[in-house]
């Protein structure tokens, strides 16, 4: 049977917010995306989703050709960077993904959503199901500029400390991380750039994003003091089929 391997969205700070670069690997992306941190590049990369498959080589090659013949969203030939929003990468990624019954799709869960005005269809896919967070760990998030400090409580909450520092540029994902910043507004200090009270997320990637000012996969940027992600410690319940809305292209 052949090995899994992944297929990776990862974008960086330095460069533009509709950049991203896709690519494969056969060890975990958390390894080579520290690989790609270099002298050619400011600051490291940031791991917006992957896909782990056994096809994962195919995946990625129907990705690329894509991207490149139809969409014309390559920036140059024979590299990995695109010109597209990660949030369009990865409806991108999914789709194709999905033609796997046994891939594992790893992305920030508020891709559920559509965006504002663009048609959408419904379409089931093989999700590892619910799951839970069983730990005491404190997780810390940063980027340079924010400072985010969380916990689990009850399994499924997830909830910023007191003190966390805020980025206030928002680059991706603009509308839903204003409309978050206004309604936690009170629990934020006047500039609105320190949570002076905790704050609750249904979801680690709702208060990865709230923090960062830009969407990201709560799993794999929520660490522990000893660089441990998230995605360690959940436990996931049976997989089940679950409908997902996603953009037609």
């Known amino acids: 049977m052949q090995e899994k391997g992944y297929v990776y969205i990862l974008t960086n700070p330095s460069f533009r917010e509709d950049w991203v670069k896709i690519g494969k690997s056969s060890r975990p992306v958390d390894v080579r995306s520290k690989e790609l941190d270099n002298t050619a590049v400011p600051l490291p990369f940031e791991i917006y989703a992957t896909v782990k498959s056994s096809k994962y080589s195919y ?9 490149t013949d139809l969409a014309d969203k390559r920036i140059r030939k024979n590299r990995e960077f695109f010109n597209m929003k990660p949030e369009e990468a990865f409806r991108y990624l999914k789709l194709i993904a999905e033609m796997d019954e046994n891939a594992e799709i790893n992305a920030p869960e508020d891709e559920s959503s559509s965006s504002e005005g663009n048609p959408v269809h419904s379409k089931s896919y ?22 985010g400090k969380m916990r689990v409580q009850n399994g499924c909450e997830y909830v910023v400390l007191e003190g966390s520092i805020l980025d206030p540029k928002i680059t991706s994902n603009e509308s839903s991380i204003r409309k978050s910043r206004k309604e936690h ?4 200090s006047e500039d609105g750039t320190v949570v002076i009270r905790d704050i609750t997320f249904n979801t680690p990637s709702g208060a990865a994003n709230f923090i960062r000012g830009g969407a990201c996969n709560g799993k794999t940027y929520w660490r522990t003091a000893s660089d441990r992600p998230l995605s360690d410690f959940i436990s996931y319940s049976k997989t089940t089929r679950i409908t997902d809305i996603v953009e037609c292209f």
């Open 59 to 67: 995946i990625e090659s129907s990705l690329h050709k894509i991207l």
């Open 126 to 147: 093989t999700h590892l199901g619910n799951y839970t967070v069983e730990t005491d760990e404190i997780f810390y998030l940063t980027n340079g500029v924010a400072e």
């Open 185 to 188: 507004a009170d629990s934020l």
